[in-house]
């Protein structure tokens, strides 16, 4: 028996983007046999408009504790690479093409403390090519601590936009510009980690895109101590593709891996620690990994899951009946989770976890990922 590549099953009921994923097994007769979470409970039901029961928490204020202060990337204004925000460290050896990227997200600059500080110490490498990016500076200094969540982009979000019908366009922005001078990059990249943060709380996890070679990169990292144990293989955006998305890394033939990290809260020094743990792990594995897909040492047995649903808010009011943490685990099927205009929000089937809820969403707005446990690599 084999696993085949995963399938998006679209129907009315499922608009905005929200998208159900099966997960099919294709036995030794050729039919299939859908496994779609064998679902217990209804995603959605629909309420009386004068409900007084699971009223919803509200929508969170705009307040956060900013602990981590911006780091000086004056020495990244003008590298020696021509493109700022560009490094590359070059072994002058043959050996895999390693890309390190930070701050796609101008107020995600725990990031760019983690650059910042490898930069510093100089990274010495046995093989291969070490390129470090922050990818935008620009939406960076426009930080401000009284208004931390502004500075995100300054025209549109850097990482939904790396499908080849965006980046071959006519169109313009600030983040299409700097992602057409970046991509040479990233298009010679053999292994790509991805630093993000997460602005309200969630667990740490790894993202891997639906490729058994970016999954691969995924665990081997995961694999190491001191480093999230999560690996998820979600749905993308609806929205735009993300950098882990590329054609080099999407494509069936290739040999690109890739993979995000989504290290912590965005203003917290314990959240560069765990990228710096990350990228150690990388730079110690990168032959490995490049060559067998694995790492010479796993420390730890990693967990993966794989999202079934991506939970778009379709009203204004949407709100959560509790402040969720990213990678809870919900025990039982039909446990309310939010409410979206008459909609009540259930988890379909039991030990459903929650993927980086987003407290504050707008209409149309990526709310919550859903996900189950699996044991089984994805392959692709």
Not at 86 to 107: C, L, Q
Not at 172 to 185: D, G, N, T, V
Not at 305 to 334: H, L, Q, Y
Request: hydrophobic share 40%.
């Amino acid at each position: 028996m084999s696993y085949a590549p995963w399938c998006r099953y679209g129907s009315p009921g499922r608009p905005d983007g929200e998208q159900l994923v099966l997960f099919c097994i294709v036995g030794f007769t050729g039919t299939m046999s859908c496994k779609a979470g064998q679902r217990h409970h209804p995603l959605r039901i629909r309420q009386p408009r004068l409900s007084e029961t699971l009223p919803g928490l509200g929508r969170p204020p705009l307040v956060f504790n900013v602990a981590l202060s911006p780091p000086d990337l004056l020495s990244w204004r003008a590298p020696p690479s021509g493109i700022p925000g560009v490094w590359v460290f070059d072994s002058g050896r043959s050996g895999p093409e390693i890309v390190i990227m930070a701050m796609v997200h101008g107020n995600e600059y725990a990031g760019g403390w983690a650059l910042e500080n490898l930069r510093r110490g100089a990274p010495v490498l046995s093989s291969g090519r070490l390129t470090l990016i922050l990818a935008n500076l620009e939406a960076f200094d426009r930080f401000d601590a009284a208004n931390p969540v502004m500075s995100r982009h300054v025209d549109e979000d850097l990482n939904r936009l790396w499908h080849n019908t965006r980046l071959n366009s006519r169109e313009h922005s600030s983040e299409l510009e700097r992602a057409r001078k970046i991509q040479p990059y990233i298009a010679r990249a053999d292994l790509l980690l991805d630093l993000h943060s997460t602005l309200w709380p969630s667990e740490p996890l790894f993202i891997a895109p639906p490729r058994q070679r970016s999954t691969e990169l995924a665990c081997a990292l995961a694999g190491g101590k001191e480093l999230p144990q999560m690996v998820l293989t979600d749905l993308g955006h609806h929205s735009g593709s993300r950098l882990i998305e590329h054609a080099h890394f999407m494509s069936p033939g290739g040999t690109g891996r890739s993979c995000l990290l989504e290290a912590g809260p965005h203003w917290e020094p314990s959240t560069v620690t765990v990228m710096e743990s990350a990228i150690a792990r990388l730079l110690a594995e990168a032959e490995t990994i490049h060559l067998r897909g694995q790492a010479t040492e796993e420390s730890r047995q990693t967990e993966m899951a794989v999202v079934t649903d991506n939970i778009i808010a379709r009203n204004a009011d949407f709100s959560f009946v509790r402040p969720w943490e990213g990678g809870a685990m919900i025990p039982k099927a039909g446990t309310p989770l939010a409410h979206d205009g008459h909609d009540l929000i259930c988890t379909p089937y039991d030990e459903c976890l929650l993927i980086m809820p987003n407290l504050r969403p707008r209409r149309g707005q990526l709310a919550v990922r859903l996900a189950r446990r699996t044991a089984a690599l994805f392959r692709s």
